[in-house]
Structures are given as structure tokens and as C-alpha cells.
């Protein structure tokens, strides 16, 4: 049996908004059960649009115009809407970016927790409730009890994406999105969220999509990446291999604008125009993405 | 030998009714800058940051403690004394699409201040001085008939930075000023400011919650932590050698971009 889990194969989408401006180009990219695979690129590159139509949320001025989305070898695109919907929330769940936003302000952590396991594993209120309590232990969160009959305003921000990522995994995922889950962190809660992502991943054999912006991020909890710009794949692979041996132009202008503080001499490069030409140009005539290994 | 700007001595800041007592943010922060000097003040959120940028050009109040610029004590001045020296200390905000007003047009933004200021006499001599001022940092001045809204990120940042510089400040406050912006922006930007201050001999507080970036464009730092000075110094000295736990955590935790296996399994910040 294939360990392939999802498949995206000559994805293309234009936006309605902007007179079909083209947001997807024939993007491809596969995940294996248990891989972490990071989407990669700055602003507009469509690593969003990827995220949202994995989980079936694309707005609607964003239409797909080609390709296939195969999740254990069904179509995400073309399925019935039923089918996806059993899906969705169950076997590909999501941590959002902005758990601020995406809890419920005016109900109790426990209410929204265990909404997933009463309806969809049709468990009972005290089931329920003893299976929530693991949970948040399971993102070692030290007070359950508290944290469950809080709602989302009194609890801190590295709290509220714990509690987003027991939610996650409450149902036992194949794939977890996550998209930007750290952006809005300080460093130091970041660097605790990333590590509990990836032991819940690893724990639980499920694979993640890690959309962010920060290559930095990449190197530390991502298996492989894809990195995007405008829309089109520019470089993949395995992570090591992307970010010690990067072999597009763009891919080496990233690594090198980023400033880092041990290198007070390096970084801080800015991207030449030539680059962003040459970006251009690959573009207007479909140039293949470079993949390695 | 430098000459000092800005001395700031037992800055305390409390927010809320002081009668019941409020919350004090500022618990006895000193903090020195020399004209041409740029210093980071880095921490996490609610460190105090933004207050103590605020505090120092007088944008919140200090309940207690001692401002002086210019070898003058601005701690508590009138709004009416306070004038002159609005023009001399400037700020950069972090978000420009929330700090220029969507109603004005990009020249009525620039303009505005140096009429104001008198720094222009006429229209006219403003023009002039803006439109030196675009090609200094680099947008076209095709730019100037449009909105905020109407330019990027960096464009808008950039109409920051130049409004702050055409009233040619001794001081200046960038306040997170390239967080919202893709990297290669990012650097753009930072270059451009880098230049600025040293062409303008601009003293410069950077607050940033990036250690890269004040390493970047600080000769010293000042590490905030609950409202107190964790950790100051040289940049060369404090990076390569920290002697604050905490500042080692904050640097640990930061991810630079290579593969390594045990950063996550680190369990220091458990």
C-alpha cells in the first residue's frame, strides 16, 4: 500500500476579484503519511489559497480552474459535498493563525472543544468532557479543569493556540493545516508551539502542512518544503537540501535578505529587480520548478 | 566625543485612574542616546517597549522620573513648550496604512507637516524639499497624487520614513516599523533608514521583538522584560555574550534558517 497521503497535481486558480488574475500555476506537490511539508513565499505567492482549498474554504472570487487535489486517492475538488464534509474537520482539521479569532469569544473552552466529539464521534457530555481534559493535557496545559470552563478572553495567547491545537487533533486527523500558527507569537511561546506541533505530530503519525513565511521556521519543524512565488513553484524538496544547496536565484536571495543575529555582517541583503525579472519571466513561459532528491 | 541627546533617568509610567492605584507598565527605566546613536529596544510582548519609546518623546506621561533632551528637562512640559521640540523628535509607526489618513493624497501628508512647522514657507518651497525627498528614498513622484491605500506595504512605509525625515528631527522613534513586511522588503527598507540616519546624523530608537533586525541596525540594546531594563549594551558585546539568562532564552528561541535536529527537543523552555 502507498504511504501517499495527498496529491496535488497541476493546481491552477484565478482570482474573480482581480479580472482572472491567475493566483495558482500548475502547482503540484505530494505529502507522504506522518511528512511535515512547509508552503514557503512572501506575500501573493498563494500559499494560503493552497491552505484554504485543502480545507475547502476558498472564497468565493477564487476559482480553481485545473488540476487535482487527491486526498488517499479521492478528488477534494470533484467530491460530493457530503463526502467532503465528513472530511473536513475530521480527517483534515486546521490551526489557524489567529486563535482570537477563530474561538467562539462568547462560549467556554469546553463547549467548543468537545462540539467535534459529541457530533461527530457522537460521544456523551461526560465522555466528552474526560476526552477534553486529555486533550489539554496532551498540549500540557497544567490546569484542564480551569482552562476548560474559561472562555477564550481569559486565557493568554500561547494558551489559546494550545487549546487550537487540541482541537486540531481531537478527532485523530490524517492532515493538520496550519497556517501561520505562529506569526502572531512572541519567540519564546513560539518556539513551545512549534515544539508541541511537531511531538503531537509525531506522536499521533499525522501529517502537517506548515504554511508560513519564515524560512527559519521551515528549517526547524519542517521535513521537506515548497516554496512559492506569484503563484508557481519556484524550488522543492527536502528541507536540508532546499536551504544548505539552494539552486534558484530567488530561493538564495531569500535565504540572504533575512537579517540573523549571529551574523551581523550577513543579511540584510535586498532582493535584486534581476531576480524578481528573471521570477517574471519563469512565470510568462511555465519554466519548471526546480525539485530535489 | 559623542554628544548625549536624549538621558532618560527612573522612567516610571502608570496607566489608568492613579487614585486606584492603575497598572504600572515602567518600573524605573534609564536610558541614554547620543546624537547620531541608534539603539534597539527589544522584548516580548508587554516588556514596556512601546511604552518607554512613547515616554521618551513625550507622547505618554511619566509619573516618575526624568527626560531630558538636549540637556533641557522635558519631563513636564506644557503641550505649548513642548512645541518646539515636536519638530526635533519624530516617529515612525508601525502600521502606516493606519498612521497616514486614507483621505489625504501622499503630498498633502508630506506637505502638511513642513507648512506647519515652517519649515516651508510656501507651497511651493515644500514641493521642492518633498520631491528631493521621494528620490532620496526612492519612490517615483508619480506617488504624490495618490492615496495611501493606493501604494504597498513598502511604499507606505517608506512615505513614513520620509515624512518623519523632512523635518529634518535630531531624533527619531521607529516603532516595529518592519514587522508587517516580507523580508526582501524588509531589508530594502532597513537599508534605507540605516542610510538616512547617517547621511542626517538622526539619533534613532529602534523597538523591534526581532533580535536579528536590531543586530542589524543598532549599535547598542536595551532588552526590556515586565517593564525593566533586563540587559544593556553593545550589540557586539550583548550578542556575543549574554549575560542574562533571559536574553540567552530570547536568542535560543529565535529559528535561524538551518536543519537542526535537536533545536525542538531542546528542554530548556519547556
Redesign the interface.
Known sequence: MSDLLLDISGLSAISLREGGNPILRDVSLSLKKGEVRGLVGESGAGKSTIAKALLGILPRTVKVTSGTMRFEGRDLLTMAPRDLSAIMGSDIALIPQDPQTALNPGRRIEAQLTDGLRLRRGMNARDAHARALQLLSEVHIRDPERVLKAYPHELSGGMRQRVMIAAAFSLEPKLVVADEPTTALDVTVQKQILRLIRGMQEAHGTAVIFVTHDLGVVAKICDSVTLLYGGKVIEAGPTADVLADPRHVYTKALIAAGPRYDRPDAGLEPVPQWVFDQLHQEIRTGAKEILHG | MAERLITATGIEVTYGNRRRGGVKVLHGVDLHLDRGETIGIVG??GSGKTTLGRALIRLVDTSAGEIRFDGKDITHLGEEAMRPYRKRMQMIFQDPMASLNPRHSIRQILAGPLLFHGLAKSEAEADQRIAKMLDRVGLPSIVLQRNPHELSGGQRQRIGIARAALLEPEFVLADEIVSGL???T???V??LLKDLCRDLGLAMAFIS????????VCDRVYVMRQGRVEEAGD??TL?DDPQSAYTR????????????AD???DPE??
Open positions: 516580548e510582548s516580507d523580508v526582501s524588509q531589508a530594502q532597513l537599508n521583538h526581532d533580535l536579528s533586525v536590531i543586530r542589524a550589540c557586539a550578542f532564552e530570547l536568542l535560543d528561541a529565535i529559528p535561524l534558517p538551518e536543519v537542526d533545536w525542538l527537543k523552555v519547556a
